[in-house]
């Protein structure tokens, strides 16, 4: 049976793969929300917070994808099939099953096993 997601015919999708997942590069006027297909062959659609976007385009690894909108960092677990978002005005960088946000005060990364961003205590730095 196949099963289908309906985007706007306004925006501009291109898919992006990952071994366990493929996600969404979104360019219109009125992007709300980003989508990813997990390894079940599941839609996953995460409404954006705040304001609609122009562009959404992920950077994908094996079993994750993250994306940079405004002051989100969204992330997807292919193998979770379940997104999770922080607030941060860096975007992560991902490998094969982490997406990692390495800022002044605190380092924050998603895990493809467990779906959730984890952050550390707050950094200080000495001289």
């Not at 997601?5 to 590069?25: I, K």
């Not at 839609?43 to 385009?57: H, N, P, T």
Request: proline residues 3%.
């Amino acid at each position: 049976k196949w099963v289908t997601h309906e985007f706007p015919s306004d925006v501009r999708v291109v898919p992006v793969a990952g071994a366990t997942h493929v996600s969404f590069a979104l360019e219109g006027k009125h992007v709300t929300e980003i989508v990813a297909v997990d390894r079940q062959g599941k839609w996953r659609a995460q409404k954006l917070s705040g304001e609609a976007a122009q562009r959404c385009i992920p950077v994908v690894g094996q079993n994750v994808s993250a994306y940079r909108i405004g002051d989100q960092n969204y992330a997807f677990s292919g193998l979770m099939g379940v997104w999770d978002s922080i607030d941060g005005s860096t975007a992560a960088s991902v490998s094969e099953d982490t997406a990692m946000i390495v800022a002044t005060d605190r380092i924050s990364v998603f895990s493809a096993q467990t779906g959730a961003w984890a952050e550390s205590p707050v950094l200080v730095l000495t001289d």
